[in-house]
């Protein structure tokens, strides 16, 4: 039992002797070699200054008796033609019920013409099944992303979807016979409507906007000729513009007009073109070009940016902060003291491949504070840094083909 007792207690020794020698070990080479690496990741950085400013247009409110019960006709950012039509007033309510059904009354002979024109035929039938199914899904998709403005349209043509599919089923000879009653009911009600009814149409052909805000006869084209930045800083609305019918947007070329500190603007020439990104309003990237810069005003300077783009989409824009991107660098991203310099002169990034180090030869394209981007730097695949890959931040002695764990 002795023996027993000692070989055991033997053991034991041996054991945690094996146990402190092995943490010993891992201890020294952690301290003689502190191995430590990130993953390298691809990165983008974007030079920019942000800057508030106005949305300036050439625009043309809209006057003409709105007395009565207005009703638009056109949708924010619509193109209208010269002569279209942009909104209707009707005398009373009367007039503007007799309307609703002068509409209803329209959708149903169409719905009518359809089914006859489509000879009831089971094309017809699949046509319109196929049609309801992918309406249903973009009403789905609206309403899942809270565009209700766009979820309305939808219904409105799933709605006459349905109703048409409806009447494949009916009985032709039916059917012609309801369609001669709801043609003579619309001929007796259009004509009753003709005298309480007024419709506006526009003068000239533009983009339409609902929203009036007293700045369309102050920031114009013409405003932004030698501007300066107090002129921008003490702009006001015209107080005495106003209009329940809206505007219209002329031509097809928007400018937004900003101060800026004197010192981001250096860089900036006429002609030259450049992102803008606005805080709110619109998610767009837009690309504008420099069309003037003012001379300096107690160290700050006005700056007008044109674009074409998108004019449609920033028809509610006016008063907007934005940033100014002037130029954008991307590469993959590497802690700034994991760039080395090896025996030949050439930069690089040690890499973890396998269990050894690997040399990879990189440019730096961009330095940050703590990091720095770069780019591969090697014709050979073996050699050229990707994102994803492991790269050593510390160790000593470190060189390509070098052993680690």
Not at 48 to 57: C, E, F, I, K, W
Request: with cysteine.
């Amino acid at each position: 039992m002795k023996n027993s007792s000692l070989g055991t207690k033997l053991l034991m020794a041996v054991i945690c002797l094996a146990v402190l020698a092995y943490f010993g070990i891992q201890a020294y080479h952690y301290y003689a070699d502190p191995l430590t690496t990130t993953v390298a990741y691809q990165y983008q950085v974007e030079e920019s200054s942000t800057v508030s400013g106005y949305v300036v247009r050439d625009e043309q409110v809209l006057s003409g008796e709105s007395s009565g019960l207005l009703r638009l006709s056109r949708s924010e950012g619509e193109k209208v033609p010269k002569g279209g039509k942009v909104a209707v007033v009707y005398a009373d309510q009367d007039s503007l019920d007799r309307q609703n059904q002068i509409s209803t009354l329209q959708t149903q002979i169409e719905q009518l013409q359809y089914a006859q024109d489509a000879e009831l035929g089971s094309a017809a039938s699949l046509r319109l099944d196929s049609q309801i199914t992918e309406n249903l899904l973009k009403l789905r998709s609206e309403v899942t992303a809270d565009r209700l403005d766009a979820a309305g349209d939808y219904i409105q043509q799933l709605r006459a979807l349905v109703l048409k599919r409806d009447y494949t089923r009916a009985n032709s000879g039916d059917a012609a016979a309801q369609l001669a009653d709801l043609q003579a009911q619309l001929k007796t009600l259009q004509s009753k409507a003709a005298s309480t009814t007024k419709t506006i149409t526009a003068p000239v052909s533009g983009i339409y906007s609902a929203v009036v805000d007293g700045y369309e006869t102050v920031l114009t084209p013409s405003f932004l000729q030698d501007l300066k930045p107090s002129s921008l800083v003490n702009i006001q609305p015209d107080s005495s513009v106003s209009s329940d019918l809206g505007k219209l947007i002329l031509g097809d070329e928007w400018y937004y007009a900003a101060t800026m500190e004197a010192g981001d603007a250096d860089s900036l020439r006429a002609g030259q073109t450049l992102t803008l990104r606005f805080a709110k309003g619109s998610s767009r990237d837009l690309r504008v070009t420099v069309q003037s810069v003012s001379k300096k005003e107690n160290g700050r300077v006005a700056v007008v940016f044109a674009s074409t783009q998108y004019l449609s989409e920033v028809t509610l824009l006016r008063q907007q902060s934005a940033d100014v991107i002037f130029s954008t660098v991307s590469g993959i991203r590497v802690p700034a003291n994991a760039v080395r310099v090896n025996d030949e002169g050439q930069s690089g990034i040690y890499c973890v491949v396998g269990m050894v180090a690997r040399f990879k030869p990189v440019k730096v394209v961009y330095s940050g504070d703590d990091y720095a981007l770069v780019a591969a730097d090697s014709e050979k695949e073996s050699l050229r840094l990707r994102s994803g890959d492991e790269v050593i931040i510390t160790a000593n002695h470190l060189y390509d083909g070098k052993v680690v764990s």
